[in-house]
């Protein structure tokens, strides 16, 4: 009998798992993705930040939304992607499983460069 509920808490994990992977994770690639772009905009088109001393701030705040943008599509779309197909990207051949291993690394290094606490 106590099998029988562990096979069905597993069963109830399983889709609550394969829910998130499916609809919650693209949401959050969209919303990021948006937001990253919007602050892109906003800090390329405001003044303040074009300035002298807004120049240093507006570049970093910047390079921080490409870096994050680069975060999400290298590590959450791929994931997306084996959710919804199937197809692992990075199984493609040796030069891009290594290409994709290199840029999670370089981008999350560079994120955690950019956001000191």
Known sequence: M???T???EEMVEDA???W???VAAPILLTVGTFGNILGLVVLTMTPV???RRGGAVGFALSAL???DIGVLMTTLLRRCILHWTGFDTSTTSPFV???HF???HFFLSVTSFGSPC
Request: net charge positive; hydrophobic share 55%; glycine share 4%.
């Open 20 to 22: 998130l992977w499916r």
């Open 65 to 67: 939304c490409c870096v």
């Open 97 to 99: 499983c290594r290409l």
């Open 2 to 4: 106590a099998s029988w």
């Open 102 to 104: 290199f840029l999670i």
């Open 6 to 8: 562990f096979d069905n």
């Open 16 to 18: 609550v798992l394969r």
């Open 49 to 51: 930040f074009r300035g």
